[in-house]
């Protein structure tokens, strides 16, 4: 069973189809005593990065999902769910700590004219890790779909997986041990996306 973390925002419908459609047994969940029967989890995210941390800590989920973490099972972060894992940002003077798995904060697109903010759209990975499983038989500089303000700027760049330009060139997706984080939506990527989810799949 593949958790799906209910905390009262996110886009959970459209990513349980997609998982759905690729034949996975997956599950909303909002209890924390829950999560430890999963054999994979999934952090969606949609929104402020404040909401989402205060949601997950009223819901008492802060603890047992970096309890999850550190059992070397697959977690994959999505959006807000990727940003959620650094140590905090810059969104509206936030004052909610992340979850500290990796040392960063999230910081705002620097204002350029050719662009506007938020990307909102469909853009190119570049892969920095081959390695990274998501990333099998996904062709470099695939596009993949973006809806987002912010971003993390990690402080080991050893995890970045990909990266993407807009205005600034900024770490779409990390990689370490078990954890998977990416800034893009999968779910809305189309065959890219179902490919990326597939092979998370295939590391349960």
């Known amino acids: 069973m593949i958790a799906l973390i209910d905390y009262g925002s996110g886009n959970l ?12 047994d997956i599950c909303r969940i909002s209890e924390p005593e829950k999560m430890a029967q999963a054999q994979a989890v999934v952090l969606p995210g949609v929104g402020a990065f404040d909401d989402c941390m205060a949601a997950i800590r009223r819901q008492k989920l802060d603890a047992p999902l970096l309890q999850f973490i550190k059992s070397g099972k697959p977690f994959l972060g999505i959006c807000v ?15 909610e700590p992340g979850l ?9 697109f620097n204002d350029h004219p050719s662009i506007k903010i938020p990307q909102i759209g469909w853009n190119s990975i570049s892969i920095l890790n081959p390695a990274c499983p998501l990333y099998k038989g996904v ?16 402080e080991d760049a050893a995890i970045a997986a990909t990266q993407t330009e807009y205005g600034d060139t900024f770490t779409s997706s990390v990689w370490r041990d078990n954890i998977f984080a990416v800034q ?17 799949l295939d590391l349960v």
Request: no cysteine; hydrophobic share 35%; net charge positive.
């Open 139 to 154: 062709t470099p500089g695939s596009y993949v779909y973006f809806v987002h303000s912010f971003y993390p700027v990690p």
């Open 13 to 24: 419908n459209s990513v349980q189809k997609a998982f759905q459609h690729l034949g996975a």
């Open 184 to 200: 893009f939506h999968p779910e809305k990527s189309q065959q890219v996306g179902l490919r990326i989810l597939r092979n998370f």
């Open 81 to 95: 769910g990727y940003q959620a894992l650094f140590e905090g940002s810059q969104e509206f003077h936030s004052v």
């Open 100 to 108: 500290g798995v990796f040392k960063g904060n999230v910081r705002r």
